[in-house]
């Protein structure tokens, strides 16, 4: 008998390219059919077929608090009832606002969308505005949505123009985006040497989880800094992923560098669509209607979606709430390892706050390439018994993990159990 899953996969491709909305979901760098939900409450989700699983992917970040936090429900409850939506500025807006630019203080003005790729998108439009230049400069392995500009790879040398790395991207578009490896300074470095006062912006994403997690090595983003003020280019952190995650203050906090503009999404909606972009208001200036830098959205600052995230960035400042994350991802990847290294298994993990990210080589990697040469059949293997055993992580070997404040230590400890009887079980079938 085939499962519900199953079925209503089957069905989806008929009607939805590849079955899914977005094309991680499909589980195809994994293999196997993608799980279909029905329910969530704190750690735990349940498919269509009603088996439970603990959640380690929270959404691709937003659910920190869990799923369907109650204070969360409530307040989204109260605010709908006075209608969806108005297109119009509304007191809650004002209030967040100012809440993200007391939380995240280098974001002076900001304005809020609903994505993470619209708010990379017009962070770019708007530093090219400031600047009057045309080219950015973003590293390899960083997502920063699926705006054209970034939709790129390196050429073949450092000065080379980027080549799309999708279809349906002009290579005219390509052509501005010039590509560096994560974490090298000495080639960023000879970039801004040769064509410094050319180059708009540069986008970041400060701790990198897009690629598995990759850590900014030491000096990295103040590099980064130093050549940006140098050469008159605008510094973007996207910290979509990481703002309110790694720390309350985003990875900007944590390493103590400050961008000029910084683009949030995932954490500030709490679950439903919020992103923003901002940082120096002489930049933020720019935009319409004060300045010529267009850029709007007709569901920017939606009444109930800013409920949501205002909810949870509110929840979130609880004292503790940072440490305790931190405590419990560490507990987990600590937990992993130390089962990976008594089976014998090559394997390697570490965590920044709320993020996670788990390898299957022998150190850390530092780099997309290094990061590329882990073993994903290892990966996959570790993946679909973990699926089968009820723990849901990312679907790929080069996703972050997350955890939320609702998983407790009970289910970090459980999750370590089930590993530890997959890693055995990969070593006797090697
Ligand atoms: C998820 C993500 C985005 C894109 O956000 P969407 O809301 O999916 O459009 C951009 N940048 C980073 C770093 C992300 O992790």
Same mark, same amino acid.
């Given at each position: 008998?085939?499962?519900?899953?199953?079925?209503?996969?089957?069905?989806?491709?008929?009607?939805?390219?590849?079955?899914?909305?977005?094309?991680?979901?499909?589980?195809?760098?994994?293999?196997?059919?993608?799980?279909?939900?029905?329910?969530?409450?704190?750690?735990?989700?349940?498919?269509?077929?009603?088996?439970?699983?603990?959640?380690?992917?929270?959404?691709?970040?937003?659910?920190?608090?869990?799923?369907?936090?109650?204070?969360?429900?409530?307040?989204?409850?109260?605010?709908?009832?006075?209608?969806?939506?108005?297109? *119009?500025?509304?007191?809650?807006?004002?209030?967040?606002?100012?809440?993200?630019?007391?939380?995240?203080?280098?974001?002076?003005?900001?304005?809020?969308?609903?994505?993470?790729?619209?708010?990379?998108?017009?962070?770019?439009?708007?530093?090219?505005?400031?600047?009057? @230049?045309?080219?950015?400069?973003?590293?390899?392995? $960083?997502?920063?949505?699926?705006?054209?500009?970034?939709?790129?790879?390196?050429?073949?040398?450092?000065?080379?123009?980027?080549?799309?790395?999708?279809?349906?991207?002009?290579?005219? +578009?390509?052509?501005?985006?010039?590509?560096?490896?994560?974490?090298?300074?000495?080639?960023?470095?000879?970039?801004?040497?040769?064509?410094?006062?050319?180059?708009? $912006?540069?986008? +970041?994403?400060?701790?990198?989880?897009?690629?598995?997690?990759?850590?900014?090595?030491?000096?990295?983003?103040?590099?980064?800094?130093?050549?940006?003020?140098?050469?008159?280019?605008?510094?973007?952190?996207?910290?979509?992923?990481?703002? /309110?995650?790694?720390?309350?203050?985003?990875?900007?906090?944590?390493?103590?560098?400050?961008?000029?503009?910084?683009?949030?999404?995932?954490?500030?909606?709490?679950?439903?669509?919020?992103?923003?972009?901002?940082? @120096?208001?002489?930049?933020?200036? $720019?935009?319409?209607?004060?300045?010529?830098?267009?850029?709007?959205?007709?569901?920017?600052?939606?009444?109930?979606?800013?409920?949501?995230?205002?909810?949870?960035?509110?929840?979130?400042?609880?004292?503790?709430?940072?440490?305790?994350?931190?405590?419990?991802?560490? @507990?987990?990847?600590?937990?992993?390892?130390? *089962?990976?290294?008594?089976?014998?298994?090559?394997?390697?993990?570490?965590?920044?706050?709320?993020?996670?990210?788990?390898?299957?080589?022998?150190?850390?990697?530092?780099?997309?390439?290094?990061?590329?040469?882990?073993?994903?059949?290892?990966?996959?293997?570790?993946?679909?018994?973990?699926?089968?055993?009820?723990?849901?992580?990312?679907?790929?070997? /080069?996703?972050?993990?997350?955890?939320?404040?609702?998983?407790?230590?009970?289910?970090?400890?459980?999750?370590?159990?089930? *590993?530890?009887?997959?890693?055995?079980?990969?070593?006797?079938?090697?």
């Amino acid at each position: 008998m085939t499962s519900r899953n199953q079925q209503l996969f089957e069905k989806s491709q008929k009607f939805i390219p590849g079955g899914v909305n977005s094309p991680v979901r499909a589980f195809r760098s994994v293999g196997g059919t993608p799980i279909f939900f029905k329910r969530g409450l704190g750690s735990k989700l349940w498919d269509e077929d009603g088996k439970e699983y603990t959640d380690y992917i929270g959404s691709w970040g937003p659910m920190i608090l869990g799923h369907a936090h109650p204070e969360v429900i409530k307040t989204v409850q109260e605010v709908a009832v006075n209608s969806l939506s108005f297109g *119009a500025p509304t007191a809650r807006e004002l209030d967040m606002a100012e809440m993200v630019s007391k939380l995240v203080p280098s974001m002076e003005q900001l304005r809020l969308v609903s994505s993470g790729t619209e708010a990379t998108m017009s962070a770019i439009r708007v530093a090219r505005g400031f600047t009057g @230049r045309s080219k950015i400069v973003k590293f390899e392995g $960083c997502y920063h949505g699926h705006a054209d500009a970034l939709l790129v790879k390196a050429g073949s040398g450092l000065l080379t123009f980027g080549t799309p790395s999708s279809a349906g991207v002009p290579s005219e +578009v390509a052509a501005h985006t010039l590509t560096l490896n994560y974490n090298d300074i000495p080639g960023l470095e000879t970039l801004f040497k040769e064509i410094g006062n050319e180059i708009a $912006c540069v986008i +970041v994403e400060p701790i990198a989880g897009n690629m598995n997690l990759i850590t900014p090595s030491k000096g990295f983003l103040e590099a980064l800094r130093e050549q940006c003020t140098k050469h008159g280019a605008v510094l973007i952190f996207d910290e979509v992923m990481t703002g /309110f995650r790694v720390a309350l203050g985003g990875a900007q906090a944590l390493y103590n560098v400050k961008p000029d503009l910084t683009t949030l999404g995932k954490v500030i909606g709490g679950g439903l669509p919020v992103g923003a972009f901002g940082g @120096r208001a002489d930049i933020m200036q $720019c935009l319409a209607p004060v300045g010529p830098v267009y850029q709007a959205g007709t569901l920017s600052g939606n009444p109930v979606a800013v409920a949501a995230g205002m909810k949870t960035l509110e929840l979130i400042q609880a004292p503790g709430f940072h440490e305790k994350l931190t405590a419990s991802a560490k @507990r987990l990847v600590d937990g992993l390892s130390h *089962a990976a290294k008594e089976a014998g298994i090559l394997f390697s993990a570490q965590s920044v706050g709320g993020m996670f990210g788990l390898y299957f080589s022998e150190k850390v990697p530092t780099s997309f390439d290094e990061v590329m040469q882990s073993d994903k059949e290892a990966f996959n293997r570790f993946f679909h018994a973990m699926l089968d055993a009820g723990f849901y992580l990312a679907p790929s070997a /080069f996703e972050a993990g997350f955890i939320s404040a609702a998983h407790s230590d009970a289910d970090i400890d459980a999750t370590i159990a089930a *590993a530890k009887k997959v890693f055995s079980e990969m070593k006797a079938r090697k």
